[in-house]
């Protein structure tokens, strides 16, 4: 699962990300900025691609879903979350977390500096 999330996401960060005044994120995505309101869908699109098939839920089911375990520490491909809003972390820097988001790349800092602290979880893969 770690390999095809790694190779998704180098993929998707390889695209050009233009400022734009579109509705459409500057990825090329299926789905629309509002949409992704939340950032669950841009999640769930990442797995999805990866060929991980993860449930469509809304973020803030993240905690009370059987999917999803919470864990202390953020680390590469964990969520962080906040209560309407959701990132998948990509790569650990000197001082923070990557996460790429459909505008582009941010950190888990700059995004704690704009929503308070984040809760992490761990999508757990159930047996079929």
């Known amino acids: 699962m770690r390999f095809f999330l790694i190779l998704t996401i180098f993929i998707m960060s ?12 500057t990825l090329n995505l299926p789905f629309t900025t ?5 950032g669950y869908l841009f999640i769930w699109y990442t797995f999805k691609v990866a060929g991980i098939e993860i449930p469509h839920i809304r973020t803030a089911e993240i905690p009370v879903s059987k999917n999803f375990k919470r864990v202390k520490k953020p680390d590469e491909f964990i969520i962080a979350w906040w209560p309407n809003y959701a990132v998948l972390l990509t790569e650990k820097t000197k001082t923070s977390y990557a996460s790429l988001i459909p505008e582009g790349l941010t950190t888990l800092e700059e995004l704690e500096s704009l929503r308070g602290k984040a809760a992490f979880y761990e999508y757990i893969e159930n047996e079929k």
Do not use: G, M, T
């Open 14 to 25: 390889a695209f050009s990300f233009a400022s734009s005044s579109e509705v459409r994120p």
């Open 34 to 38: 509002e949409e992704n309101y939340d």
